[in-house]
């Protein structure tokens, strides 16, 4: 189990020792990385495309996201507003409007990129079994990147330790979401450390669909992905709402996308004072996902 795993985080804690100055490198990685995301994306489509029954596989994916979804969301918001009313947080929001089509455009890519591995493959109706393989090749390409980019992501450790709400956020998204992954997986009759796999993604689809994916095959991995993406999503809309009242729940829900996408509607209606517990709680929640995620995956080695 262990060797199996330092496998898999090898390429990651690499990554993370890479300390990078100059911005080109830097914009290059990035550049890279989406890249190289698009691409198992793509493969994760041809998966789906390569199983049996796929139109019940898909009913599965999507029973398996939606029961997910609600357990872990539940969890998240019925704990989060405890953080509100002990550690209240000012806001000032500017309330201008951001435009639904810039905020969901990137959404939209990934969408397209499975969409388009899956019909790739059901149209060629080919041997699609070196599949697998090309993904776990670029999977550790990927990992080792995404390494370099939380190391100059320009958080600093000091950063991280002094903000006070953005580790309890953080602390208070991971202590519920587990719970609720283990309750889903009770639901649905799979082993408790799949449901706390799937549980660890907070936000992050793409990479969560793709380590699922590699590690228990493209249902879980499509399950992921959706269960991500509509966390996502849900924040975009609910974020507005809440941050006056409650910005710590609405920063907290965003999970690991506080840090990125979630960011500009988060200042926008927030404020310049929820700015950095966004960023230190998206930070800490985008590096526990390869970590709890690859751990619990490899429990099945064990």
């Known amino acids: ?18 300390s990078i100055k100059q911005a080109r490198y830097l914009n290059a990685v990035n550049t890279l990385t ?9 493969l994760m489509g041809l998966s789906l495309a390569g199983l049996d029954n796929l139109g019940q596989h898909i ?14 969301g539940a969890a998240n918001l019925l704990a989060l507003p405890v953080l509100d009313k002990l550690f209240p947080t000012e806001t000032h929001g500017h309330q201008h409007k951001l435009t ?8 939209g ?3 397209a990129a499975v969409a388009v591995g899956l019909i790739v493959g059901l149209l060629l109706n080919q041997d699609l079994s070196w599949v697998d393989t090309a993904s776990e090749g670029i999977l550790l390409l990927l990992l080792f990147l995404i390494g370099i980019q939380l190391r100059n992501s ?11 709400s953005g580790l309890m956020i953080a602390a208070l998204v991971v202590a519920t979401s587990l719970p609720g992954g283990l309750l889903a997986a009770w639901w649905l009759g799979i082993p408790y450390h799949h449901g706390l ?14 380590l699922m994916g590699d590690g228990l095959g493209p249902v879980y991995g499509g399950a992921s992905f959706i269960l991500e993406l509509a966390r996502e999503l849900v924040a975009i809309m609910i974020i507005p709402v809440l941050i006056r009242r ?3 729940t609405a920063i907290g829900y965003g999970g690991a996308t506080a840090m990125d996408f979630t960011l500009p509607i988060i200042q926008s209606t927030g404020g310049i004072r929820c700015v950095p517990i966004a960023i230190v709680s998206g930070f800490i929640l985008s590096l526990l996902v390869p970590v709890l995620m690859l751990f619990f995956l490899s429990l099945d080695a064990g």
Not at 100 to 107: D, G, H, I, R, T
């Open 1 to 18: 189990m262990f060797s199996g795993m330092l496998l898999i985080f090898s390429p990651l804690i690499i990554g993370y020792l890479i």
């Open 109 to 111: 890519k990934l969408i």
């Open 100 to 107: 639904l089509s810039a905020m969901m455009s990137e959404s």
């Open 154 to 164: 320009g958080m600093t450790l000091k950063q991280i330790i002094l903000n006070k």
């Open 34 to 42: 989406m890249r190289l995301v698009m691409v198992i994306l793509v």
């Open 59 to 72: 009913s599965t994916i999507l029973y398996f996201a939606a029961t997910f979804f609600i357990c872990i």
């Open 197 to 210: 796999a799937m549980a660890s993604g907070f936000g992050w689809y793409s990479l969560a669909g793709i």
């Open 246 to 248: 409650y910005p710590l």
